[in-house]
Nanobody, 121 residues
Framework: QIQLVESGGGSVQAGGSLRLSCAAS????????IQWFRQAPGKERESVAR????????NYADSVKGRFTISRDNAKNTVYLEMNNLRPEDTAVYYCAADSVTSDGRGSRDWGQGTQVAVSA
């Protein structure tokens, strides 16, 4: 099992920046993908960025491309989401999720507790 702790959320004005952190512990050697999701009130949870744990391959949702950057520090078992030029529509609870392989070879996804991001106009 993977334990994830997010931090770095807060309230900013439109155009501002925030950096979210996702610290992983537990069976981190079994992680192959980390994703950042967000969920706004009344909306479904959506993936906004993903990064492979070992190779650094990155992908972004079109809505954040060019404004958000996902990165990792494997020595610290931490993944970051740098968010620039924030918009009111970025307001949501942001979650990180780790995809890993369990000891018996099954796929598993573990979630953090979430961190609130609020962007005012």
């Amino acid at each position: 099992q993977i334990q994830l702790v997010e931090s770095g959320g807060g309230s900013v004005q439109a155009g501002g920046s925030l950096r979210l952190s996702c610290a992983a512990s537990g069976r981190t050697f079994s992680i192959y993908l980390i994703q950042w999701f967000r969920q706004a009130p009344g909306k479904e949870r959506e993936s906004v960025a993903r990064i492979s744990w070992s190779g650094g391959s990155r992908n972004y949702a079109d809505s954040v491309k060019g404004r958000f950057t996902i990165s990792r520090d494997n020595a610290k078992n931490t993944v970051y989401l740098e968010m620039n030029n924030l918009r009111p529509e970025d307001t949501a609870v942001y979650y990180c999720a780790a995809d890993s392989v369990t000891s018996d070879g099954r796929g598993s996804r573990d979630w953090g507790q979430g961190t609130q991001v609020a962007v005012s106009a």
